[in-house]
């Protein structure tokens, strides 16, 4: 038996990870094991709650507003011990979060193969997104398995003179995860029908009129949690937010809000009064799905959210300077806008008053996988690519 150590620490990585863990879990000749560190508490445990997954080992490392010093100095000790332990053949990591490159650097001095799961996202610029452009590069030199989401992806990576033979192109597993959940809403009357009911109680909680339903009014999907962000960036988005607000009064922004302090004391302070701006606490992935689903615009400066909307056809609007999955630029369904009021602003006011630019950045397109990528994963563990 390959003994695999899937860590995950972070909503995203939970979201990402699923489908590869599952698959391990289905494979002949694979053990994983579930490898909690505990970066998030709340809104890690919403997403294995969600896809029946529970965490073998739980390393609980998350403080309050912790800082990534106290952070990365937590996850090597405490995984460092795990690694003892497992004594896994290979660990896999996902992405680019402070336990991804924890993850795998521990994982390289105990020299057990790592497998990089959406390996090869680069923006080039260190400051931006910080610091997880830092991470993935860091996670990148210690790797032995790149499985790059996209044909792009492989190309930073040779770029960086990875060898070819250890880039696998599969797809991102966001789009796994995505098309499961999509064609289960889909196909499932009474789970849609409780997803109403817990969706028309949060809004309810959150401001909106009593009886008001999630379709009455359309809406604006808003998320936003990014360190460049923090400060003045957020104090910006908040302010367009509710020019926006002010603006489309017959719109809501419906708001999911981080719970990093950093996001969730400035967002409330600045909008929780607005009588159309729903902000609500991080709901769990499958009334995210819906949110999205639902939605006239994505407005976001989150990387899972930018790889999902283009597939259900949203346009998004990317708050963010730079990004790393140019795929949907290029299709044609994101565009950068930054954190620039007026920029926010006008981007947002084109798409909701000139229905042909709507149109043009309302196509679905899957630029990042086809809802297999797991399965290519675990070929390549168990040596059969
Ligand atoms: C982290 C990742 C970021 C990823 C994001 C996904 C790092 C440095 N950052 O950012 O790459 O895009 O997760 O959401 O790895 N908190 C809670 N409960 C939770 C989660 C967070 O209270 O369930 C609060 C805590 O006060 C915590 C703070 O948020 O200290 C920050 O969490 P942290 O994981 O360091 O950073 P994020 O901003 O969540
Ligand atoms: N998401 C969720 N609930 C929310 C907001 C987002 O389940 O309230 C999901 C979303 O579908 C996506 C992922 O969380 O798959 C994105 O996570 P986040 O934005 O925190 O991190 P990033 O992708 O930027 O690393």
Redesign the pocket.
């Known amino acids: 038996m390959t003994r695999v150590a899937v860590i995950v620490g972070?909503?995203?990585e939970a979201?990402k990870m699923a489908s590869v863990y599952k698959a391990c879990a289905a494979a002949d000749g694979i053990d994983p094991v579930l490898v909690s560190t505990g970066q998030h508490r709340e809104m890690l445990a919403?997403?294995l709650d969600v896809f029946e997954m529970t965490a073998d080992i739980d390393l609980n490392v998350m403080s309050g507003n912790q800082t990534l010093a106290g952070l990365t100095a937590r996850l090597f000790d405490a995984l460092d011990g795990m690694l003892e332990e497992v004594k896994p053949d290979v660990v896999l990591v996902q992405?680019d979060t402070t336990s991804v490159m924890c993850g795998a650097i521990s994982a390289f001095y105990r020299d057990i193969p790592v497998g990089h799961v959406e390996a090869g996202l680069r923006t080039g610029n260190l400051r931006a997104p910080f610091p997880e452009e830092a991470n993935r590069l860091i996670a990148g030199r210690v790797t032995t398995h790149h499985f790059a989401p996209t044909e792009g992806s492989r190309q930073n990576l040779l770029r960086e003179h990875v060898e070819d033979s250890a880039i696998h192109v599969t797809g991102n597993t966001?789009i796994d995860s995505l098309m499961i959940e999509v064609e289960r809403q889909r196909a499932d009357d009474s789970l849609r029908a409780g997803i109403d009911v817990e969706l028309q109680a949060l809004l309810v909680d959150a401001g909106a009129p009593s009886g008001s339903r999630l379709e009455d009014t359309p809406y604006i999907l808003v998320?936003g949690?990014r360190r460049e962000n923090h400060g003045q960036g957020f104090a910006d988005i908040c302010s367009s937010l509710a020019w926006l607000a002010s603006k489309y009064s017959d719109h809501r922004i419906i708001y999911?809000v981080?719970l990093n302090p950093n996001v969730r004391e400035v967002v409330h302070e600045q909008l929780g009064d607005l009588h159309n701006i729903l902000l609500l606490p991080?709901?769990?992935?499958r009334l995210?799905?819906k949110l999205?689903n639902g939605s006239r615009l994505v407005l976001?400066?989150?990387?899972?959210?930018q790889e999902?909307a283009p597939s259900l056809g949203k346009p998004v609007l990317v708050m963010r300077e730079t990004t790393e999955r140019p795929e949907g630029v290029d299709a044609g369904t994101v565009r950068l806008v930054g954190t620039d009021p007026e920029k926010i602003q006008s981007e947002v006011s084109r798409l909701l008053d000139d229905e042909s630019a709507y149109e043009q950045m309302a196509m679905r397109k899957n630029p990042y996988g086809d809802g297999h990528a797991a399965a290519r994963i675990v070929q390549v563990l168990a040596g059969k690519a």
Request: hydrophobic content about 30%; aromatic content about 8%; glycine content about 12%.
């Open positions: 972070t909503r995203p979201i919403q997403v992405g966001v998320t949690h999911p981080h991080p709901v769990h992935y995210f799905v999205m976001t400066d989150s990387g899972g959210v999902e």
